[in-house]
T-cell receptor
């Protein structure tokens, strides 16, 4: 069945460091891919998305490219800020996989000044 | 812009008690979902409703029931709460299945 595997955390970085959070997926069909962010005490918010191979999603300085050949959708940011501290979830949606969303287990990021 | 509203935000129950978690969305979305979030396990889908009048089981439906009351509202019921159901529950909605989901702020439920 469909699934998402993402890099385990927690991840601690200094402000202005580069961030990469790895995400790979398994899907029956041609999924759409998403990154969500969850700040403490809140629900998940959509950060970015990509709906087909080679698409690049971007938002708030974060980027991720849909790589069909490696079944990956890694999240990257060139210079993190303290305000980026949160939990990040990779997710996929696959119509052929049963009309459900599949979430990774989340990666906690802490950015220190 | 309310989006997805969940009530209550916090609740403590005793084992065996029943409870209904409420969820309402004001975005005219067709699809609605209930998830639970547990440490180290990410989000797991309990039930979803692809459209008004339909509901389907997700990954972990045992011990729960749902009602899609109308297009706006989707409730989750625990008939006989168990300590294993201690979790944070999130409701979400989307225009249709496969579109990005919008989440509420969650209900933190403890069962003693």
């Amino acid at each position: 069945g469909d699934s998402v595997t993402q890099m385990e955390g927690p991840v601690t970085l200094s402000e202005e460091a580069c961030l990469t959070i790895n995400c790979t997926y398994t899907a029956t069909g041609y999924p759409s891919l998403f990154w969500y962010v969850q700040y403490p005490g809140e629900g998940l918010q959509l950060l970015l998305k990509a709906t087909k191979a080679d698409d690049k999603g971007s938002n708030k300085g974060f980027e991720a490219t849909y790589r069909k050949e490696t079944t990956s959708f890694h999240l990257e940011k060139g210079s993190v800020q303290v305000s980026d501290s949160a939990v990040y979830f990779c997710a996929l949606s696959d119509r052929l996989g049963g009309n459900q969303f599949y979430f990774g287990t989340g990666t906690s990021l802490t950015v220190i000044p | 812009n309310a989006g997805v509203t969940q009530t209550p935000k916090f609740q403590v129950l005793k084992t065996g008690q029943s409870m209904t978690l409420q969820c309402a969305q004001d975005m005219n979305h067709n699809s609605m979902y209930w998830y639970r979030q547990d440490p180290g396990m990410g989000l797991r889908l309990i039930y979803y409703s692809a459209s008004e009048g339909t509901t389907d089981k997700g990954e972990v439906p045992n011990g729960y029931n749902v009602s899609r009351l109308n297009k706006r509202e989707f409730s989750l019921r625990l008939e006989s709460a168990a300590p294993s159901q201690t979790s944070v529950y999130f409701c979400a909605s989307s225009g249709t299945v496969n579109q990005p989901q919008h989440f509420g702020d969650g209900t933190r439920l403890s069962i003693l």
